[in-house]
């Protein structure tokens, strides 16, 4: 069974950092774009930052441009998400996916997320 498992999220001071993982089981994950995604508490769902499986390009919401940077470890099947100097507005559950990075199409399963909380 195809799964990913999303991980490191935790309660964090504004201006900390967190660095959350995308593991991949059941399917190889090098050969999918990675998206990772955020949901604020009563927002909908939103691509925040996306590498591509072949040209290694990555793209950013505004938002999170120079704050955040994603990688993944093809080796250990994982994706990753560094995310610096958080702010309140950061907080929410982030997902990661296999997508199409031009659009944050999905094509594989999302994993279950994990919670990020910034708070004083």
């Known amino acids: 069974q195809a799964q990913l498992v999303e991980s490191g999220g935790g309660l964090v001071q504004p201006g900390g950092s967190l660095r959350l993982s995308c593991a991949a089981s059941g399917f190889t994950l090098d050969y999918y774009d990675i998206g990772w995604f955020h949901q604020a508490p009563g927002k909908v769902r939103e691509g925040v930052s996306c590498i591509r499986a072949h040209r290694n390009s990555t793209n950013y919401a505004d938002s999170v441009k120079g704050r955040f940077t994603i990688s993944r470890d093809n080796a250990k099947n994982t994706g990753y998400l560094q995310m610096n100097d958080l702010k309140p507005e950061d907080t929410g559950v982030y997902y990661c996916?296999?997508?199409?990075?031009?659009?944050?199409?999905?094509?594989?399963?999302w994993g279950q997320g994990t919670q990020v909380t910034v708070s004083s």
């Open positions: 996916a296999a997508v199409r990075c031009g659009d944050y199409r999905v094509v594989g399963p």
